[in-house]
């Protein structure tokens, strides 16, 4: 029985692993089409913080991602873009050098 309790375990944690890497590969793909939007050149992007807060009334996992972009090829900004799951929240973009 014990074995079972752990197979589970370890199905739930290689679960959970790939989910992130969905979001990871989310994150990325729609970090580059904001900056392609944004007319910015888009640099990297890693994974932040995650937070479990409300959000209408809901209780929803956040993850936030730090997306480096530079507007004129020279200089470097940090954004905060924002998921909850593979759903779009926000981008937040400092001011910057155009």
Request: with cysteine.
């Amino acid at each position: 029985m014990d074995f079972v309790w752990l197979l589970l375990l370890g199905m739930a944690f290689v679960y959970a692993f790939l989910l992130q890497r969905k979001q990871d590969e989310t994150a990325i793909k729609l970090a580059k089409h904001l900056c392609k939007q944004q007319e910015l050149q888009f640099l990297e992007c890693a994974r932040g913080t995650h937070q479990f807060s409300k959000l209408d009334n809901r209780w929803r996992w956040f993850t936030s991602y730090q997306v480096d972009f530079s507007s004129d090829g020279e200089s470097r900004y940090q954004a905060e873009l924002r998921l909850s799951g593979l759903r779009y929240l926000s981008f937040q973009l400092p001011p910057y050098r155009i």
